[in-house]
């Protein structure tokens, strides 16, 4: 089981506010990993609370996003000539939870490490990329947990594992997508991707 928070509607209202966080805290009850992307991130950096000191809590935020985070948790400008380093004390800040910064690069830290994600990728960006990066790190996260019970457990957190498999994963898909529609490339077109993309990075035996 896993939860993703990934809103596109208003969250400023005190119902929707509470409902939403009372899921969250229920999933940290019971040990449910969960992955907190678009208005769920506003929710998030106004009661970090929520997520504080939860392991199995994953941030993806972009640019705008990740600026209030560190505005509200460091007190601070976001630094990018130090980005590593914020990240991780951004991450440490809360306890531990995995943030994965999106951009050009991403930026992966759980407070302890960090990994970047550099590979393939598209000139061109399409909204709601992001919906499917959120996505595909819940199923990877989801996957990683599992194995960590298992007799081949990994080393890596399965947050951090999940991050950088999803990364990888939507960058190669973006890549196809843009070397067959270019200019024109949709988030369609890149969902079209998904199951080559995979293939490529992991074949069928």
């Not at 943030?99 to 393939?120: A, F, H, Q």
């Not at 196809?176 to 077109?189: I, V, W």
Request: charged content about 20%; proline content about 4%.
């Amino acid at each position: 089981m896993l939860l993703l928070v990934d809103f596109d509607f208003d969250l400023t209202t005190l119902y929707l506010q509470e409902c939403v966080s009372k899921i969250m805290l229920l999933a940290k009850k019971f040990n449910v990993p969960f992955v907190v992307d678009g208005d769920g991130l506003f929710l998030v950096t106004n009661s970090i609370d929520l997520v504080k000191s939860y392991p199995l809590a994953v941030l993806t935020p972009n640019v705008i996003e990740y600026k209030r985070l560190v505005q509200k948790v460091l007190n601070c400008e976001v630094d990018e000539g130090k980005a590593e380093d914020q990240l991780r004390s951004l991450a440490k800040q809360i306890g531990g939870v995995t943030i994965l910064r999106k951009g050009k690069t991403d930026l992966i830290s759980n407070g302890e490490i960090v990994k970047s994600v550099s590979i393939y990728g598209s000139p061109r960006r399409c909204g709601g990329q992001g919906d499917i990066l959120s996505g595909s790190v819940a199923v990877f996260l989801s996957w990683a947990q599992q194995l960590k019970s298992g007799p081949e457990s990994p080393s890596e957190s399965p947050a951090i594992l999940g991050c950088i498999a999803a990364s990888g994963l939507l960058r190669k898909a973006a890549s196809l997508a843009f070397t067959k529609h270019k200019r024109s490339t949709l988030t369609s077109d890149i969902i079209e991707c998904l199951g080559e993309s995979l293939e490529d990075i992991c074949p069928v035996s």
